[in-house]
């Protein structure tokens, strides 16, 4: 992962374990690997945006709405370049690849300063799960902007956690500047903001200088993007990426008790391997209060719940109900289930609650789709949240082998099916 790892002899399995997780995803490059199902159709399709982009730049600037893509243009500005210089596209897609190697590193860069205590091979194998995502590898090989919003996201993140640790203002400075670029790229992430400025209120005082500056920067960073959806009005956001989904149905919040069901029950699967070796450590589960709250917040999203199954998306147990029940009970099951865990988990911090509100804010959109939550949800929760944590049971007696093997796992379903027509 670093230049740590190949210079010290202790680390060679390390070594050799991230050269072959590599070689797989240069295999799978070249076999055209698309385990989140949508990724290379989503990469076709922007092409023609990436023609128009290199042959008459300010018309498409102007009407890039007119693309059905809800994608932001800056990806596909950066994909022109090549274009315009007639680079191969094989080669064009290998330069991405390469520049998302950026996002296991950072994120192993974030778990260094998180976790400066434990031992460094635990914290390789954490950050090595991010090439097991379907969505890291699938977007690596079909360029596409969520991947890049999120790898600048984790490097938003690590000069967050380098503020936390040095309380330095230069790092907060740097948060603000990484998280804009993130948020240009993909704007799902620009939500997150709020959470970075309120820790930077908590420690400077809310009248500070240092959080006018931060204001100061956030306004003149949001601007071109506001100017440019609201004022020119080329509002690309609104366009739907449902399968069968009408033209004139609300896309942006058409359902927020689907947004939490879906999200809670997509959260919960990455947890799953945490807390059933007692990783995260969970205390008063069933809780009375715990248990009301949970089950409030259960029956208002069940009864109104109304997901389109034939729109895709949903998650993965939201699938897999549908797939072999025909019906939500499973999904139903498993999302009480994931509240109740969840809300024991977060209820005593407010900025962990925070925090999940803008995780379900992050996907305002009718169709959410589990690519969404890939591999971000691992990143978040074992960075920016503030959990019981204890990771020196991730190698005790060789639980790390299970963790791997449960997301290896979902990454071979992931791929199944594709071909079962799931």
Request: aromatic share 22%.
């Amino acid at each position: 992962m670093t230049i740590f790892f190949f210079n010290n002899k202790d680390y060679q399995k390390e070594v050799i374990f991230f050269i072959i997780l590599y070689f797989t995803l240069i295999i799978s490059f070249f076999f055209g690997e698309d385990s989140t199902g949508g990724a290379f159709r989503d990469y076709a399709n922007q092409k023609k945006a990436v023609q128009s982009f290199a042959t008459q730049f300010l018309n498409t600037f102007y009407e890039y709405d007119s693309f059905q893509t809800r994608h932001s243009p800056i990806l596909i500005i950066f994909l022109s370049l090549f274009k315009k210089i007639n680079l191969a596209d094989t080669l064009t897609r290998l330069i991405h690849l390469h520049i998302c190697l950026l996002l296991p590193f950072f994120f192993y860069k974030c778990l260094t300063i998180k976790f400066n205590k434990i031992d460094r091979k635990v914290l390789f194998f954490l950050s090595s799960l991010i090439f097991l995502s379907p969505t890291f590898r699938s977007l690596a090989i079909w360029p596409d902007s969520r991947l890049l919003g999120l790898t600048l996201f984790t490097l938003s993140i690590y000069y967050f956690l380098k503020f936390e640790d040095s309380k330095n203002f230069k790092f907060a400075i740097k948060n603000v500047l990484v998280l804009a670029l993130s948020a240009y790229i993909s704007p799902n992430f620009s939500v997150f903001s709020i959470f970075f400025f309120i820790n930077f209120i908590l420690y400077y005082g809310f009248l500070s200088r240092q959080n006018l500056y931060l204001v100061i920067i956030n306004v003149v960073l949001a601007f071109p993007a506001f100017y440019y959806v609201f004022i020119l009005d080329v509002n690309f956001l609104l366009k739907s990426a449902a399968i069968g989904i009408g033209s004139n149905e609300k896309i942006i919040f058409n359902n927020i008790f689907n947004d939490i069901l879906i999200t809670f029950s997509i959260v919960f699967f990455y947890l799953i391997p945490f807390i059933f070796f007692r990783i995260i450590k969970i205390n008063n589960v069933l809780d009375i209060k715990n248990i009301l709250i949970s089950l409030i917040i259960f029956l208002i999203c069940v009864l109104n719940f109304n997901y389109n199954y034939s729109y895709s998306g949903g998650g993965i147990f939201f699938k897999l109900s549908n797939y072999f029940f025909k019906n939500n009970y499973l999904f139903y099951f498993i999302s009480f289930f994931a509240i109740l865990v969840i809300c024991s988990l977060i209820k005593k911090k407010y900025l962990n609650i925070l925090l999940m509100v803008l995780i379900i804010l992050n996907n305002p959109q009718y169709t959410i789709y589990h690519k969404y939550f890939d591999p971000f949800i691992l990143i978040a929760f074992l960075t920016i949240f503030s959990f019981n944590l204890d990771l020196k049971k991730v190698y005790y007696k060789k639980n790390y082998l299970l963790i791997f093997t449960y997301f290896l796992v979902f990454l071979i379903i992931s791929n199944l099916k594709l071909i079962l027509l799931v």
